[in-house]
Structure formats: C-alpha cells, structure tokens
C-alpha cells in the first residue's frame, strides 16, 4: 500500500512526500499534527512473521535509546496489517550519496564523522545487553546540515544476550566481518570491523574488499 501526499495515519501523521522505497517497504515525511514537526513514517510492507519480528526488534531497540547521534523513535503501530515505525526526519544526504557526488573526503572531515559515530557505537555496545547495529556503512550515516552525523537502520541490529544474539541476519557485502556471513556469534567488534571498512571507503573512494575473499 502506498501512502500518498495528504494522506493521515493514526488521524495525526498526515504524509507530505515519499522519501524512498525499497523491498520491505518505504520511507515517508509526514507531519505530526500533534507535536506540529516533521517525522519520517517508515512502513514494513513484508506480512512474513520473520519480518514483523525484525521490524518490532528495531521498534523496541531505538525507543529506549536517547543519544544525539541516533534518531528518536515517537511510535510503533500497526494498521491494516502494515507495521509503521515514526523517528525523528533526519535532513540531509548520506554519506554514500556524499562519497558518489563529492569523491574521496577529507581527511579531517572523515575522523570528526568517525568521532561521532565512535561516541554513538561507545553508546549502543555499552547497554546491557549490548546493542550490535550490524550494518555500518556509509549509507547508513546521515548528515546534517550543521555537520552532525547520525546513524539510521537498525533494521538488522541485534541485542547481544549471553553468547547469543537476536534479531534478525543480514549483511552489506564488503562493510560486513566474517561472522557475519555464517553463524558465528557477532558483538562489538562487528561494528568495529564495519566502522573501519566505512572510513576507508569515505577516505579512498573505493569498495572495501569483502572480509571473506581476503
């Protein structure tokens, strides 16, 4: 189902444009007439019981985290059997969209975006149990306007409990370590791996080789 502009969910999410699509579903900027700001809708058109599952575990996991550098969950709801997650719109390019139009960054442009994105995983690896994003790479990293980075999609991310993780598999091939490609136990150093995979790609402009052919 998609959503067309002046459509209203929830009689308060009123959707402005589609800021896009994929397989599972789509992205939409919509007004929240009950706050009066802007929000992204994000929709999960996938009925699969893996998928719902998937979709509820980003829900659950972002309301409960409040860092500057990650986006603030404001609802979870489902309507007409398509789940809907409303966060904060985040303005602006990613980083991969950035890397495509302005080639290979600048070295000190690309460590105060690591700085950042280090405080952020410092954040998420230190809740108990620790939150594993799994998909680092740069088009998952927004920029702002006034320079400040924040990580999206944790479609994929996984709350470590013991030696086990849950949530759901996934990988993006050469941002992604070895374990992640089989059933290894993956943590923080997942996202480490996928951390410096992504500022060799911003700092060389080029696909870092995937973990496995190395």
Same mark, same amino acid.
């Given at each position: ?24 579903? /789509?992205?939409?900027? @919509? ?8 929000? @992204?809708?994000?929709?999960?058109? +996938? ?15 972002? @309301? ?19 789940? =809907?997650?409303?966060?904060? =719109? ?20 690309? $460590? ?27 088009? +998952? ?9 924040? $990580?999206?999609?944790?479609?994929? /991310?996984? /709350? ?7 949530? /759901? ?6 941002? @992604?370590?070895?374990?992640? =490609? ?12 996928? $951390?410096?995979?992504?500022? =060799? ?14």
């Amino acid at each position: 189902m998609e959503l067309n502009a002046g459509f209203t969910l929830k009689n308060r999410y009123v959707i402005k444009n589609q800021l896009g699509r994929g397989g599972m579903g /789509a992205v939409y900027l @919509a007004e929240d007439t009950a706050l009066d700001q802007l929000v @992204a809708v994000k929709s999960n058109l +996938n009925s699969s019981q893996q998928s719902q599952r998937q979709f509820e575990i980003e829900a659950r996991l972002l @309301a409960k985290l409040r860092h500057p550098n990650l986006p603030l969950v404001f609802d979870h709801f489902i309507l007409e059997d398509i789940q =809907y997650l409303v966060m904060d =719109y985040i303005p602006g390019e990613d980083l991969s969209q950035k890397l495509k139009k302005d080639g290979p960054q600048p070295v000190y442009k690309v $460590l105060e975006w690591a700085d950042q994105i280090s405080s952020a995983l410092t954040f998420l690896h230190s809740q108990d149990p620790p939150v594993i994003h799994r998909d680092i790479k740069p088009a +998952n990293l927004k920029i702002q306007p006034d320079g400040k980075i924040v $990580l999206v999609d944790f479609g994929i /991310a996984k /709350a470590s409990i013991g030696d086990t993780t849950v949530g /759901a598999r996934g990988y993006s091939p050469g941002f @992604a370590p070895p374990e992640q =490609y089989g059933e290894a136990v993956t943590g923080p150093f997942s996202d480490q791996y996928s $951390l410096a995979a992504t500022l =060799y790609n911003l700092l060389t402009g080029n696909p870092p080789p995937e973990s496995v052919d190395r």
